[in-house]
């Protein structure tokens, strides 16, 4: 379902292409509208879709509270989700998020979808569920579509994979969240979060520095050729792996991606450190982070 080209391209004579709208992307405001003064015009952008193709011929509206690899820490404006979940209602379709990235604590929150206050019909769900220390992934479904299945069908959920259900990645996954609620580091990671991000607004000296961006530990930085204009780099100058080597060399693994501009311009890289970092390792993240962008600068912009 995602739109990042690079990964869709060649699969894509295999793929279902399902309808899209524009992401919430306020650096790169689709509809080139100012912050403030909008009207969510990218939420509404769901109900002109939906008229178009028919509420018939729409089951669900899927999208990510916080993006994790098109356009890292991208979050959208307070209302959006109000929007878009009052547009599901009025058409009766269903609202999936996708918690894959954002869930379990890693914005500091239970799931990023709660910074909105809307709840989700669906909400699917991973990496955070074990800490990444298991294989493990869970499809979270509201009352209603648990009886329709359940109770009032099948009673079968027909989804079965080799390791489904799998014990030591379920023990594992109940461990991280018994020591998750007993250290509290859903609230660490919004502690911590903040500092990380009232620390990385250094970063803007550096003139390759578009935008910092994020909720909790969850922040992306995009990075431009002209901060005034937001110019992009050619996707040829391959900045994203500049940076991402540079910041290895330093110590410090980010999560490089590229294409939000127009499926090929644009990069970007996610800093998702671990949901119990302390306030020195946060220190000696940006420290790391600020070498690798220097070494970056110097070695390649100059
Ligand atoms: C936001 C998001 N959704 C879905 C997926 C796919 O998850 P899975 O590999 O569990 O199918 C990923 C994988 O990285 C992801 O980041």
Request: with cysteine.
């Amino acid at each position: 379902m995602t739109g990042i080209t690079g990964r869709r391209k060649i699969y894509d004579p295999i793929l279902i292409n399902f309808p899209k709208i524009n992401q919430a992307y306020c650096y790169r405001c689709p509809h080139k509208l100012s912050c403030n003064n909008c009207n969510m015009e990218c939420a509404y952008e769901l109900e002109e879709k939906i008229i178009r193709i028919g509420a018939d011929n729409i089951s669900a509206f899927i999208a990510e509270p916080i993006i994790g690899s098109a356009v890292p820490g991208a979050n959208p404006p307070k209302e959006y989700f109000k929007i878009i979940r009052g547009i599901c209602d009025k058409y009766d379709i269903l609202l999936i998020i996708d918690e894959v990235m954002a869930g379990f604590g890693r914005t500091g929150k239970n799931f990023g979808i709660d910074h909105y206050g809307v709840v989700p019909d669906i909400i699917t769900a991973a990496k955070g569920m074990s800490c990444g220390y298991a294989p493990i992934g869970a499809a979270i479904v509201n009352e209603e579509i648990f009886k329709t299945i359940m109770i009032k069908g099948s009673g079968h959920f027909v989804h079965g994979h080799t390791y489904g259900g799998n014990p030591l990645s379920a023990a594992i996954s109940d461990c991280v969240l018994k020591i998750s609620k007993r250290e509290k580091y859903y609230d660490n990671a919004a502690k911590q979060g903040k500092c990380l991000m009232n620390k990385l607004q250094r970063l803007y000296e550096y003139p390759i520095v578009g935008e910092v961006r994020g909720k909790g530990l969850m922040i992306g930085i995009e990075f431009v050729k002209n901060q005034q204009t937001k110019e992009p780099f050619e996707a040829k100058a391959k900045l994203k792996d500049k940076f991402t080597q540079c910041c290895f060399d330093a110590g410090l693994v980010v999560y490089p991606g590229g294409g939000s501009v127009d499926g090929v311009r644009g990069d970007h890289v996610l800093i998702a450190p671990p949901i119990n970092i302390t306030e020195n390792e946060v220190d000696e993240l940006v420290i790391r982070l600020e070498k690798g962008l220097k070494g970056c600068v110097e070695n390649y912009m100059t």
